[in-house]
């Protein structure tokens, strides 16, 4: 989970959209804690989300799909398999 939330990050930093700025800092802001949140006592442990980091998790994803979708077509055509996966999710 701490990856794939680093991967959106680095999406969103890469797309350098100031729309985005807020979500930007809230993932950096929160990974730390995140990551820290996902850490097992030992390996045999699964990893498990905290309901509250789950509702985080979702609603800065939500946040970013809103205003990702206002993009124009020509920025969001490459992302929609992801958009509608992530849509999806919900």
Known sequence: ????????YQSIN???SKELFAQ?????GNFKVFKSKLAVKDK?????LPDD???????ITKS????????PTELTKPMLASM???QNLE
């Not at 989970?1 to 959106?8: G, K, R, S, T, V």
């Not at 930007?24 to 950096?28: D, I, Q």
């Open 84 to 86: 509608t996966f992530l």
């Open 14 to 16: 890469l797309l350098g």
């Open 53 to 59: 980091e789950k509702e985080w998790l979702n609603t």
């Open 1 to 8: 989970m701490a990856h794939q939330l680093a991967l959106l």
């Open 64 to 71: 970013i799909l809103d205003v990702a979708t206002t993009f």
């Open 24 to 28: 930007k800092k809230e993932v950096e």
């Open 44 to 48: 045999e442990s699964v990893p498990k």
